[in-house]
C-alpha cells in the first residue's frame, strides 16, 4: 500500500518503480517505462480523494548451456523473438551459458545456431532430430523460468570427385 496524506489541491505527477524481478501494471498510467509506471497531470481538487491501484507481475527468463562431448562451447548463437517479431540476441558464455531476463509473459521463438560442423543432439536429454539451427516456440507464464540443456555434436562430410565428365560439367 501507498498513501500520500496532507496533499495541497494542485496538479501532480506520480512515478512509480517496480520491485526487482517484476513489472508495473496499471490501466490508466500515460508513460511506461522500463523502470516503472508514471502518471502525468494529476489534479487534485481541494479535499478529493483519488485511487491509482498498480499490479506488480512477476518477470520471466529463459535460460540455459551449451556443451560438447562435456565441455562446455562458448559462443553459440542464441536468438529470442517475442509473438510481435522483436528478436533479442546473445552468445554463450565461457561456461556454455546463456540468459534472457526481464521478460513479460508471452510466446517466443527460442533458437540456437550451432557453428559450421556441429549441430544439435539432445535437448534436455532428449535426441533431436532436426537440422541446425534448433527453433522451439515457448509460451512463458508470469514469473516462469523456462531452462534448456542443449549437446551439440559434430556433423560428418562426405566429398567425392565424378570421374569420366569432359572438363568443365
Do not use: M
Not at 126 to 134: D, K, L, V
Not at 141 to 146: A, M, V
Not at 155 to 169: C, V
Amino acid at each position: 500500500r501507498y498513501a500520500f496524506d496532507a496533499l495541497r489541491a494542485d496538479t501532480y505527477t506520480l512515478t512509480a518503480t517496480p520491485p526487482t524481478g517484476a513489472a508495473l501494471q496499471a490501466a490508466d498510467a500515460q508513460t511506461q517505462t522500463g523502470d516503472g509506471l508514471t502518471f502525468t497531470n494529476l489534479t487534485l481538487g481541494a479535499g478529493e480523494q483519488r485511487t491509482l491501484n498498480l499490479l506488480a507481475v512477476p518477470l520471466c527468463a529463459v535460460r540455459g548451456t551449451v556443451t560438447r562431448g562435456g565441455s562446455a562451447v562458448d559462443g553459440v548463437a542464441v536468438t529470442l523473438t517475442d509473438a510481435a517479431g522483436s528478436a533479442q540476441a546473445t552468445r554463450t558464455d565461457a561456461q556454455g551459458a546463456y540468459a534472457f531476463e526481464g521478460l513479460p509473459a508471452g510466446t517466443y521463438q527460442l533458437t540456437v545456431t550451432p557453428d559450421a560442423h556441429q549441430t544439435v543432439g539432445t535437448v534436455n536429454g532428449e535426441t533431436w532430430q532436426g537440422n541446425a539451427p534448433y527453433a522451439a516456440t515457448l509460451t512463458l507464464q508470469d514469473g516462469e523460468t523456462h531452462t534448456d540443456v542443449f549437446t551439440l555434436q559434430a556433423t560428418a562430410t562426405l566429398q567425392g570427385k565424378i570421374h569420366g565428365l569432359p572438363e568443365g560439367h
